[in-house]
Structure formats: structure tokens, C-alpha cells
């Protein structure tokens, strides 16, 4: 089986998977759905460039898959599945719902290949210093075949089932993410309205019992909202949250935080926030408070 790795979308995520397969010497074959964005990491990297999903799968041994959404992963897939060779392992990375990896783990299947739901925790600046977690569900010895491509940019990599549990926790985690990322904006944006300074606010969130990862690594972006180049789309985060309803309805499951975080980030993209970072929250409700 090739040592080639291929993969199928080079956005943010994607491009810094690229970058860590790289430099550790693994042959990379990427595709990205607009060109320029897979030729521009290909130069970057040293990686070479396909012109389907199907060419870049035929050429690897394991396929890491990095897309924005439901739509987009089912899209790919029905060419990138052609070009599946047997014990070709498929990586699924994407945060979609669990419905969607599941629905396409027969055509994967049939092709003689496994999918694995392998949704990552993190930010690009994590995947850079190696230290991304994989939530995998799906078979062991799949992972298994996976697992050397995958420790190139992760230092955790937790197997939690069956195919469908890593899609599972993802939406989960997020969950739980979101619910910092607005519970930190409104508690800098309060603490600036009370004379505090932003810089000293935020060292305070840094140095206290509410220091998670996430609010270390989004310092900078709560700080300097205009200076800091966006890791992650308030438009996707609705995404997570709308998945993560529907989740929670299948199960029956009260998510009272969540459904006010949802309605908040909805408001936030009807103000003209889409395109910006996650942290950007804190600069909606400051206009919010401008504008009362």
C-alpha cells in the first residue's frame, strides 16, 4: 500500500494538515474544489496537485478529507469514491452530522476501502505545533493503517466506536466551545463597559480557574479582533450549532445553553458577522450595546 497521503480540501485545516504531512517527509497528493487554493499549498509544501478528488484518491494509501460542511463531503465523495483502490483507508475530518458519515460508509465500503469519522479538536495554530486531537469512530484497524498519517499533526488520537462517534463528540465538544466563546465575550465586553481594561480583563480570564486551552489560544483574537487573521467562520459555527440541535432532538435531549447560543450567533450573522472569526461575538455585542 502507498505511503501517499491525499487530501481533499485545503482550506485552513487542510492546508495546515498538508504542511505537518510534509515535514515529515510523507508524499502528500492534494485537491481543493477551487484550484488556485490547492496550487498555492502545493507551493507551499512541495505537495503535489490533483485535478479530481477521484485522481487524488487513486494515488494514496490513506485519504484525509477537510470540508466545510454536509453538502460539500457528499458532493466530493461521489468521485472521490471511484477512485478508491482496496485497503485504501478515508478519514472523514469534516465536523458534519453522524446521519451523514454513516450514509457513506456502504459506497466506501463497496470500493474495498473504510471510511473512519475522524473530526479533529482544535485550531490551525494547534495542527502547526502537532497537537490536534482526532475524535475516530469507526473500525481499529483502520486507525490502525491511519494512525502514522495522523500523529503528524495530533498528539491525542482517541478511538470512541463505531463509525459515527467521532462525528458525535465533535458536535458535542463544540458544543461546549461555542458555549466558552460566548460566555468569554460577554464577560470581556461587561468588564470593558466597567472601566477594565481589555488587555488586563483578558489576563485576568488567562490566570484565573477559567484558563481552558481555548481562551489561551483566543487571546489574541479577543484582543486584537482586527488584527488577527480569522481560524473560524461565525457562519460555520451556526452550522455546528444547527447540527448539534438536531443531534439533540434525535436523542431527546435538553440543550437550553446551546438554543440561546444558536439564536445569539444567528443574530450575529443577520448583522453582518459571517465571515468573521468566532471571537468576533464579543465585537457584536459591543455594536449591540453602541446601538442601544
Known sequence: ?????????????????????????????????SP????????????????????????????????????????????????????????????????TVRA???????????????????????????????????????LDTARPALDTFASTVLHLGPLGAGATMKLVVNGVVHALNQAVSEALVLAEKAGVDRHA?????????????FVRYKQAAFEDPDGTPVAFRLDLVAKDLALLAELAAAHGA???????????????????FADRDISAMAAFLRRSYDSA
Open 201 to 213: 480583563a483578558y489576563g485576568v480570564f488567562t490566570s484565573s480557574a477559567v484558563a481552558a486551552p
Open 1 to 33: 500500500m502507498t505511503d501517499t497521503v491525499a487530501v481533499v480540501g485545503t482550506g485552513n485545516m487542510g492546508a495546515a494538515m498538508v504542511a505537518r504531512l510534509r515535514a515529515h517527509g510523507r508524499p502528500v497528493v492534494v485537491f481543493n474544489r
Open 254 to 272: 435538553r440543550m437550553d445553553q446551546a438554543d440561546t447560543n444558536r439564536r445569539l450567533v444567528g443574530e450575529a450573522l443577520a448583522a453582518g
Open 36 to 99: 488556485d487554493r490547492a496550487a498555492a499549498v502545493a507551493a507551499r509544501t512541495g505537495a503535489e496537485v490533483a485535478t479530481s478528488a477521484r485522481e487524488a484518491a487513486a494515488s494514496a494509501g490513506v485519504v484525509l478529507v477537510s470540508l466545510a460542511d454536509d453538502a460539500a463531503v457528499v458532493a466530493v465523495y461521489g468521485d472521490l469514491v471511484s477512485g478508491l483502490r482496496p485497503g485504501t483507508v478515508v478519514v472523514e475530518t469534516s465536523t458534519v452530522s453522524p446521519q
Open 104 to 142: 457513506l460508509a456502504a459506497p466506501v465500503r463497496d470500493a474495498g476501502a473504510a471510511l473512519l469519522d475522524g473530526p479533529v479538536s482544535g485550531s490551525v495554530p494547534v495542527v502547526e505545533r502537532g497537537e490536534l486531537t482526532v475524535l475516530v469512530g469507526g473500525d481499529a484497524a483502520a
